[in-house]
C-alpha cells in the first residue's frame, strides 16, 4: 500500500464547484489506474470515477459524467477531480484510491488496494 492524501475539500453552495487533488508518493505513480470514491453519511462507498495511467480512459459514474472530470498530472504524482454544478446531494466524504496492480483497468473497489483518508465535501443548498 501506498500512502495516498487528498485535499481540496470544503463547503460550497449549491452550483458551486470544488476541485479535489490526490497526491502519492514514488515513482511508480504513471503506471496504475486511479480512482475517486465517495461516502455519504448512512450510506455505502461508491464509485465516482477513474483514470487509467496514461490518462487514455476515463470512467464515471452515471451522476458524474455531465459535471465531474477527472485527470492526471504524472509528473506531479497527482490526480485530480473537477466537480462543478454541485448538488446537496454531492455531500459526502471523498476518497483517492490506487488499482492495487499497475497497468489494469476497472472501477470495483476491490480492485484499488490503496485508499486516502478522505476529504469532506459539503454542499449547502
Known amino acids: 500500500q501506498v500512502q495516498l492524501v487528498e485535499s481540496g475539500g470544503g463547503l460550497v453552495q449549491a452550483g458551486g464547484s470544488l476541485r479535489l487533488s490526490c497526491a502519492a508518493p514514488g515513482r511508480t505513480f504513471s503506471i496504475y489506474t486511479m480512482g475517486w470514491f465517495r461516502q455519504a453519511p448512512g450510506k455505502e462507498r461508491e464509485f465516482v470515477a477513474a483514470i487509467n495511467w496514461s490518462g487514455g480512459r476515463l470512467n464515471y459514474a452515471e451522476y458524474a459524467k455531465d459535471r465531474f472530470t477527472i485527470s492526471r498530472d504524472n509528473a506531479k504524482n497527482t490526480v485530480y477531480v473537477q466537480m462543478n454544478s454541485l448538488k446537496p446531494e454531492d455531500t459526502a466524504v471523498y476518497y483517492c484510491?490506487?488499482?492495487?496492480?499497475?497497468?489494469?483497468?476497472?472501477?470495483?473497489?476491490?480492485?484499488?488496494?490503496?485508499w486516502g483518508q478522505g476529504t469532506q465535501v459539503t454542499v449547502s443548498s
Open positions: 484510491a490506487r488499482h492495487s496492480s499497475p497497468f489494469t483497468d476497472g472501477v470495483g473497489a476491490a480492485l484499488f488496494g490503496s
